[in-house]
């Protein structure tokens, strides 16, 4: 290649409309054009020449995927990228997608990133060019979608699918740790005759109301609040042993008392209130995800029994 194409190639990545940086065979910065200038915040003179390119994508020093083919380390891609791909033959070139932090640009993106090398005549490697695609409105649209397909349209909380996927989860988690896991099943007391009497309108703003009580009391991240089904909710709480699945329970009880919904059909007190039954266990091998859901279910039977508004545990003898 003579002088003038060698420039040429050059001005012309510069002036790609795609983010594009490249990498000599020492893994130093050759080229940051000004679209990656424009993504980053962080000017060509600051980079070129330097092995600081991670610095525009991430707080913490760490390999980027043009990295990684520089180095031959294409098998650390998984450790680094939860989605990517790589070709047949992998010094073709590799695609990967994740979040990156963007420190100087003060925002965070979703990135689709593509690299390849590039060779000589010879054979030996001369460069390592990445390109990337600022996908973060797919992305956040994406988890948009697959979060409204786990949510229960009326109540916003975790819809029964999703209770089912998380409980299995939590038993099998439970089990390897050896830990507590506690159910929570809830009733909202004659709701039949709510929606008699103040119709069935009423009874959808009475359910969000409740819902909202009982997603507060998921306050842990690997809690999760649902609604189990019409006027039925429940919540999972792992690493939680008898002493605390009862605390939750009662103040989900008092905290929808609380609410003060006046409900003159009740036979409890004059205004919405809600069964809750519990159970708490070690998972074992023989543990399934229905069997907590009975125990609790029997639990929250006797607390019907016993006159409503009342919280109770499984007892094995019930």
């Known amino acids: 290649m003579s002088t003038h194409e060698h420039l040429f190639a050059i001005r012309l990545m510069q002036h790609l409309v795609v983010p594009t940086f490249v990498l000599d065979p020492e893994g130093r910065v050759m080229i940051w054009n000004n679209a990656c200038e ?3 915040n962080v000017s ?3 980079v070129v020449g330097t092995k600081d390119h991670w610095k525009a994508f991430y707080p913490e020093a760490r390999e980027c ?8 380390r294409i098998e650390d891609i998984e450790k680094l990228y939860a989605t990517h791909s790589v070709k047949d033959d992998v010094f073709v070139g590799v695609r990967a997608e994740n979040w990156a932090v963007m420190p100087r640009a003060s925002k965070r993106l979703y990135l689709a990133i593509n690299c390849g090398p590039i060779y000589d005549d010879d054979g030996n490697m001369i460069a390592v060019v990445e390109t990337l695609r600022d996908m973060t409105e797919q992305k956040r649209a994406e988890e948009a979608l697959q979060s409204l397909a786990h949510k229960d349209g009326l109540t916003n909380l975790a819809n029964r699918r999703s209770f089912d996927i998380s409980l299995e989860a939590d038993v099998l988690q439970a089990r390897r740790r050896g830990d ?3 159910l929570l099943l809830c ?3 004659y709701f039949k005759p709510y929606n008699d009497t103040y119709g069935h309108q009423a009874g959808d703003e009475c359910l969000k109301k409740v819902a909202a009580v009982v997603g507060e009391q998921a306050l842990r991240p690997t ?4 609604r189990y089904g019409g006027e039925e909710f429940a ?3 792992p690493n939680t042993a008898d002493d605390g699945a009862f605390q939750v329970a009662e103040r989900l009880r008092k905290s929808v008392e609380a609410l003060n919904l006046e409900h003159t059909n009740s036979l409890t007190e004059g205004r919405v209130t809600m069964s ?3 159970v708490s266990v070690r998972p074992d091998d023989h543990t399934e995800p229905s069997h907590l859901i009975e125990r609790a279910d029997a639990a929250l039977y006797q607390a019907k029994q016993s006159g409503r508004n009342q919280v109770k545990g499984y007892q094995s003898d019930n």
Do not use: S
């Open 276 to 278: 809750i039954g519990y």
């Open 180 to 182: 507590h896991l506690a």
């Open 223 to 226: 809690d999760l609040a649902a």
């Open 65 to 72: 995927l043009a990295d990684l083919v520089v180095q031959e």
């Open 38 to 40: 424009r993504l980053t």
């Open 44 to 46: 060509a003179d600051e």
């Open 235 to 237: 919540i999972i709480l």
């Open 187 to 189: 009733d909202v007391d």
